[in-house]
């Protein structure tokens, strides 16, 4: 789909990637964008419309869609990070990954699927992870919400695919944003990532993978489990 002309919406658009979406489409010549988050008076970026939004609150979803009827482009970008490990973390944590990645992201396509529909198919792009496909102790209940975000993407794909709505699944390491200020090492610029994967959704394209850790570990999967996590050798 075109960007130019099109009514997007951003879900977490008040800070890391997804203030870099909401500036990329407005720079882009989108006709209009809903820059969504749960306090929206933190949204400071200018030509948008900040909308409250609360990916884990049905109500809030369905309010945020009775006024953005317009809709033709969704951006599920909202994200959580608590750190937490499967067996030494908290539950409620990591109820908090799975509620904001898995059920929020399913929660705001289904609202939005027939306003999709009603204005002509339109796209929706989810933001996965390098860690949809890889994970460790620190980031397990990260790493386990984002791995069923990515199954929740190609069921959706196919789902969608009647009304003639295009899935686009954006995958990512680490990028220079809030929440990867912990992370030593080499990290992507969010404004760079944001533009590769709207690249992605206007050339039609299933996955979008943004950096040389998420091609390297996707190539991976085709290994022995050895290749990506060498600890299992003894």
Known sequence: MQITGAVALVT??????????????????????????????????PG????????????SIKDAAAVAGDVTL???????????????GSLEDI????????FGTLAVTREFAPILER???GAVLNVLSVLSWFTAPQVAAYSAAKSAAWSLTNALRLELAPQKTQVTALHVG???????????????DPAVVAGLALDGVEEGRFEVLADDISRNVRAGLAGELPGLYPALVS
């Open 174 to 188: 680490y990028m220079d944003t809030d929440m990867a200020k912990h992370v030593d090492g080499p990290k992507i």
């Open 48 to 59: 948008v419309v900040p909308l409250r939004l609360d990916v884990t609150d049905p109500a």
């Open 74 to 88: 969704l951006v599920n970008n909202a994200g959580s990070s608590t750190g937490a490990s499967l067996l030494g």
């Open 12 to 45: 977490g658009a008040n800070r890391g990637l997804g203030r870099r979406f909401a500036a990329a489409l407005v720079e882009r010549g989108a006709a209009k964008v809903y820059a969504a988050a749960r306090n929206p008076e933190t949204i400071d970026l």
């Open 95 to 102: 109820r908090l990954e799975m509620d904001t990645h898995y």
């Open 119 to 121: 204005n002509g198919g």
